[in-house]
């Protein structure tokens, strides 16, 4: 299973409990066990997938509370670290009532992993903050592409080849990426390929890339003096680069789009 790594990290994690009898000056405790068969659920009751709950607690801002600590397998609550319960007094009795927790969507939990992790790797051939030397060419369809004109767009670009594991492996997210903005006209998406024009043509016909294809452009990568691929680059609307990375991480297109969103503001 996807998250099978998980199961050694919550091997080791336990509860246990000192309860003290009333009749004896005995010490009871419990333990608990807890693997991808556990039943979690949210602050709503909400029964939460193992994939759900995992991603959420590799963020480590959340712990494991059983619900029923009589019970020797019971169901667990998933709660934010930091969380305390907002008690109410009444006359004679007492109340208590947990504060209310934000149900996160699934989406929003793989939002939290991906911004937990490590910020992807910079390259060694951009510095953010300053502007690149502009380039001009012509892409797989003939088209002119002028960096310089590109000036007041945002520009992703992305220096690849076929040849490349770590280039195929990200491809589809780059998509995803493309797509998400592809009704905005002032981001622009160049892919920058090493490959002659007829390699590209055969490979492109059976793997999609959306991103607007130059082809034979080794040129280009070597006037950056690039020499580890892929790397992907951002430019901000006056031509300074935002972001800049190099290699595969999973969470590339994360920190893309968080880029690309602040720079169009």
Same mark, same amino acid.
């Given at each position: 299973?996807?998250?099978?790594?998980?199961?050694?990290?919550?091997?080791?994690?336990?509860?246990?409990?000192?309860?003290?009898?009333?009749?004896?000056?005995?010490?009871?405790?419990?333990?608990?066990?807890?693997?991808?068969?556990?039943?979690?659920?949210?602050?709503?009751?909400?029964?939460?997938?193992?994939?759900?709950?995992?991603?959420?607690?590799? @963020?480590?801002?959340?712990?494991?509370? !059983?619900?029923?600590?009589? %019970?020797? /397998?019971?169901?667990? +609550?998933?709660? #934010?670290?930091?969380?305390?319960?907002?008690?109410?007094?009444?006359?004679?009795?007492?109340?208590?009532?947990?504060?209310?927790?934000?149900?996160?969507?699934?989406?929003?939990?793989?939002?939290?992993?991906?911004?937990?992790?490590?910020?992807?790797?910079?390259?060694?051939?951009? @510095?953010?903050?300053?502007?690149?030397? !502009?380039?001009?060419?012509? %892409?797989? /369809?003939?088209?002119? +592409?002028?960096? #310089?004109?590109?000036?007041?767009?945002?520009?992703?670009?992305?220096?690849?080849?076929?040849?490349?594991?770590?280039?195929?492996?990200?491809?589809?997210?780059?998509?995803?990426?493309?797509?998400?903005?592809?009704?905005?006209?002032?981001?622009?998406?160049?892919?920058?390929?090493?490959?002659?024009?007829?390699?590209?043509?055969?490979?492109?016909?059976?793997?999609?890339?959306?991103?607007? +294809?130059?082809?034979?452009?080794?040129?280009?990568?070597?006037?950056?003096?690039?020499?580890?691929?892929?790397?992907?680059?951002?430019?901000?609307?006056?031509?300074?680069?935002?972001?800049?990375?190099?290699?595969?991480?999973?969470?590339?297109?994360?920190?893309?789009?968080?880029?690309?969103?602040?720079?169009?503001?």
């Amino acid at each position: 299973m996807k998250y099978t790594y998980l199961l050694f990290l919550f091997a080791l994690l336990s509860f246990k409990l000192l309860a003290q009898e009333a009749a004896k000056p005995t010490v009871k405790t419990q333990t608990f066990s807890i693997d991808e068969h556990s039943v979690v659920k949210d602050s709503t009751g909400k029964i939460l997938t193992f994939k759900e709950w995992g991603l959420l607690m590799r @963020t480590k801002q959340y712990d494991l509370w !059983p619900e029923n600590f009589e %019970d020797s /397998n019971p169901a667990f +609550i998933l709660r #934010k670290k930091g969380y305390r319960e907002v008690r109410y007094a009444s006359p004679g009795e007492g109340a208590t009532k947990a504060e209310p927790q934000k149900q996160l969507s699934a989406e929003e939990i793989k939002e939290q992993y991906l911004a937990s992790l490590p910020k992807p790797m910079e390259s060694a051939y951009f @510095t953010t903050g300053e502007a690149i030397e !502009p380039f001009s060419t012509r %892409d797989l /369809n003939n088209n002119k +592409i002028k960096l #310089k004109e590109l000036r007041g767009k945002i520009v992703v670009l992305n220096f690849w080849f076929i040849g490349c594991p770590a280039c195929m492996q990200e491809i589809p997210e780059l998509n995803k990426l493309v797509d998400d903005y592809k009704n905005n006209p002032n981001v622009v998406f160049l892919g920058i390929a090493l490959d002659y024009s007829w390699d590209l043509r055969k490979f492109l016909k059976t793997t999609a890339f959306n991103y607007d +294809i130059i082809d034979n452009g080794r040129y280009i990568a070597d006037g950056y003096k690039i020499g580890l691929y892929p790397t992907n680059v951002i430019l901000d609307k006056e031509g300074k680069v935002a972001f800049h990375s190099v290699g595969f991480a999973p969470n590339s297109p994360y920190w893309m789009r968080k880029t690309i969103d602040e720079s169009l503001k």
